[in-house]
């Protein structure tokens, strides 16, 4: 087996604070959230899996409200509920990215599709391409079934951005690949003070570089052509990042 890179505790700390800022903030905002912790394939190795970004979680595990969230021991054991559920299991965490079950289809999904395509083309994987990748979301909370409004995005940006850094640095992946559009990732990601290079494409749209790795900002695939995206990120990740120019 490939060594494991469960996130550090320094991630589990960052992350409760997320969680306890956006309580307190949103204390009386009312209905059920549900907040992701970054999945990692079981076979995914450092410089050579994929790191996958989408805009924000639909559903997930563990919903809760934020008026029970005010105290840090009541976020702590959330985050644990969270993080067992991630890393815990014996099934490999991200099977239902790839296959059908408990009422989620993935070949439904645009979005998984794209990352299915793209992971078999460039590392070769076959039909356990879900287990060379890893998992996250720009922002990590939302409501069920809908994605964060701007008031629940403005609460947790900056905390959500940092995550985002802590994962890049813990994975180094072999690229990163967010699939939100550039209206969702520079906002968010603009909290970093990063630079970005726009593209006159509608495929990949931006690329940065966080430390030595490279990031690949593509539109959300729903309602698109997905083989043009296919094939640019392909091309965008075989190519030095001075010389992207899709």
């Known amino acids: ?5 469960p996130l550090p505790d320094s991630y589990r700390i960052a992350f409760e604070a997320m969680l306890l800022s956006c309580a ?3 204390a009386r905002r009312l209905g059920e959230f549900v907040a992701l912790w970054p999945l990692q394939g079981r076979e995914y190795r450092r410089c050579e899996g994929i790191l996958f970004v989408g805009r924000a979680v639909n559903d997930w595990e563990s919903p809760f409200l934020f008026d029970k969230l005010t105290t840090q021991q009541a976020v702590e054991h959330q985050v644990c509920r969270l993080r067992d559920s991630a890393e815990s299991g014996e099934e490999s965490p991200l099977l239902w990215a790839s296959e059908p079950c408990s009422g989620y289809n993935p070949h439904q999904s645009a979005f998984w599709r794209v990352a299915r395509r793209v992971t078999q083309e460039i590392l070769g994987a076959g ?3 879900h287990d060379r990748i890893a998992y996250s979301n720009l922002y990590k909370i939302a409501p069920r079934n809908r994605n964060p409004a701007d008031w629940l995005c403005a609460a947790q940006a900056l905390h959500c951005a940092r995550l985002l850094k802590l994962e890049i640095e813990h994975w180094r992946p072999r690229f990163v690949l967010v699939m939100s559009g550039t209206d969702w990732a520079v906002s968010l990601l603009s909290e970093l003070g990063l630079g970005f290079t726009y593209l006159n494409s509608d495929s990949v749209q931006a690329i940065f570089r ?3 790795t490279k990031c690949l900002v593509v539109p959300h695939p729903q309602g698109r052509r997905e083989r043009p995206i296919i094939d640019a ?7 030095q990042f001075s ?4």
Not at 1 to 5: D, G, K, L, N, Q
Not at 243 to 246: R, T
């Open 1 to 5: 087996m490939p060594p494991s890179y």
């Open 127 to 129: 039909d356990k391409w």
């Open 24 to 26: 307190n903030h949103c």
């Open 210 to 212: 966080f430390a030595d």
């Open 233 to 239: 990120v392909i091309t965008a990740a075989a190519t």
């Open 243 to 246: 010389d992207v120019s899709i």
